[in-house]
């Protein structure tokens, strides 16, 4: 049973960097694509990272490119959203997703987590 678990979510000021992690606590398998969305208040779930197991291509979308970066640790079954001069627009939940078709679409992802705020103050 897959369960994916974020946390690191919080209220920074715009600017400052955060961390977001989650981890894969349930089945036995990696899967070969993690990826992160955020869904903003009235608006469409949005795709933020994703990442290819085995160190393959990394994907951002155009608003949080060069400011986040993606990673995973395989051991801890764990990815990870490194965050880099936040902004109030980047106020967001952000989902943590598993699966192994590659893509930038909520669809492309059969398993989701159930998101950490983050509030970015200006």
């Known amino acids: 049973q897959v369960q994916l678990v974020e946390s690191g979510g919080g209220l920074v000021q715009a600017g400052a960097p955060l961390r977001l992690s989650c981890v894969d606590s349930?089945?036995?398998?990696?899967?070969?694509?993690m990826a992160w969305f955020r869904q903003a208040p009235g608006k469409e779930r949005e795709f933020v990272a994703a990442n290819r197991l085995g160190g393959g291509s990394n994907a951002y979308g155009m608003s949080v490119q060069g400011r986040f970066i993606i990673s995973r640790d395989n051991l801890k079954r764990t990815v990870y959203l490194q965050m880099f001069n936040l902004k109030s627009e980047d106020t967001a939940v952000y989902y943590c997703a598993a699966g192994d078709q590659w893509g930038t679409r909520t669809l492309d992802y059969p398993f989701w987590g159930q998101g950490t705020q983050v509030t970015v103050s200006s």
């Open positions: 349930g089945g036995t398998r990696t899967h070969v694509n």
